[in-house]
């Protein structure tokens, strides 16, 4: 019978009889088992907390993000006819490729029978007239427009109707004021830094 309690609990017996028990460990986590994992946990936090900082610092400071450091866009990939947006200042950007018809259609309007009159020649880079960049914000309520959409082969806003044309400016709808233009500059024929004029660059 003894032999028998011996096996059932996974011992042997010695040369004498008696019997050398072996245990298993119990399921359930012992004091050191939680010691261990304390001890980990916590090195694991220090690590982290460890990091922190050094991975803060590798990051633009508050006032350089504030301020919103210039962007620099490759225009090559944007194909005529193609708007495209991209974010300066957590601001939606428009920039849009125009066709030689929208060009067209926004220098033939009579200045004088716009709300916020401004010529499609002030709203460009002389030499570069295909490409209108403007702040993608409807100037009525803030609302982000919709390219390619309304009456005037530009820009609808969806929220009270205000309609743009292909030069960003206000046709129809509560906006007052046209969609505005960022300052940019020309870095060669086929690249723009949206947040820096001329002027600064010079």
Not at 137 to 157: K, R, S, V
Request: with cysteine; glycine share 8%; charged share 20%.
């Amino acid at each position: 019978m003894k032999g028998a309690t011996a096996a059932r609990t996974g011992g042997s017996r010695d040369k004498k009889g008696i019997a050398n028990v072996t245990t298993m460990s119990s399921a359930e986590p012992t004091r050191r088992d939680f010691l261990y994992i304390a001890t980990s946990a916590v090195a694991a936090v220090g690590t982290a907390a460890a990091l922190v900082p050094l991975i803060a610092q590798m990051n633009p400071d508050a006032s350089t993000v504030a301020a919103g450091a210039p962007v620099d866009i490759d225009l090559g990939p944007i194909a005529a006819g193609q708007i495209v947006k991209v974010f300066w200042r957590s601001q939606p950007i428009f920039i849009s490729h125009r066709t030689q018809k929208e060009i067209d259609e926004a220098r033939a309007v009579d200045t004088n029978s716009l709300r916020d009159p401004q010529t499609d020649e002030a709203r460009v880079k002389p030499g570069h007239d295909q490409w209108l960049v403007v702040i993608g914000i409807c100037t009525h309520l803030g609302c982000i427009p919709l390219a390619h959409q309304g009456d005037y082969d530009g820009w609808f806003c969806p929220c009270h109707g205000s309609q743009y044309d292909s030069s960003g400016r206000i046709r129809q709808g509560p906006a007052p004021l046209n969609l505005f233009v960022p300052p940019y500059l020309f870095l060669s024929d086929s690249k723009i830094r949206i947040g820096e004029s001329e002027t600064a660059h010079t």
